[in-house]
């Protein structure tokens, strides 16, 4: 097996640069849209029209201002792919991730945030299923997991 001593990188560009979205299973994208948008403030690209019987919608975060750019990287990365309707996505609503063994349910995705006390008690007003609290002095710093409105389970942590 090789190390990664053994391993040299190649000086050039890299080949990987990031992750540009997360494709989320949904019964009914425009509903799930509402739920994104209250929660995470996240907008719809306008790829897709926003309209009951949508099957898909890309989902964008705003910047630090709460602005959401028109041109760039930023514009794009990352972003919520919301995949509903044709293909059979609607029959893995809240199933995507996988559980281990000991019955621990491992999220489909983690999002940082700056503010992770602020974002739980927003999703506590709204609603939002939290599956677990925030730990004190926990070996990761501040997490929690909660699930959409679909049942597809993610993390929010404040690294």
Same mark, same amino acid.
């Given at each position: ?30 509903? $799930? ?5 209250? +929660?995470?403030?996240? &907008? /719809?690209? !306008? ?7 949508? =099957? ?38 809240? $199933? ?5 063994? +000991?019955?621990?349910? &491992? /999220?489909? !995705? ?7 006390? =602020? ?41």
């Amino acid at each position: 097996m090789r190390t990664n001593e053994d391993i040299k990188p190649e000086e050039r560009m890299e080949d990987i640069t990031g992750i540009t979205c997360i494709y989320v299973p949904v019964n009914d994208v425009y509903e $799930s849209i509402k739920w994104y948008q209250q +929660n995470f403030g996240c &907008q /719809p690209t !306008a790829h897709n029209e926003v309209k009951p019987g949508m =099957e898909i919608a890309i989902l964008r975060f705003p910047d630090q201002n709460g602005q959401f750019q028109e041109a760039g990287m930023r514009s794009t990365v990352p972003a919520i792919f919301l995949m509903g309707g044709g293909g059979g996505a609607t029959q893995a609503a809240g $199933s995507y991730g996988f559980t281990y063994d +000991n019955g621990y349910r &491992q /999220p489909l !995705a983690c999002f940082i945030t700056p503010r992770i006390q =602020e974002m739980y008690n927003r999703f506590k007003e709204n609603g939002v299923n939290i599956i677990t609290e925030i730990p004190e002095n926990g070996p990761v710093g501040p997490i929690f997991s909660f699930t959409d409105l679909e049942g597809n389970l993610f993390e929010l942590w404040q690294p």
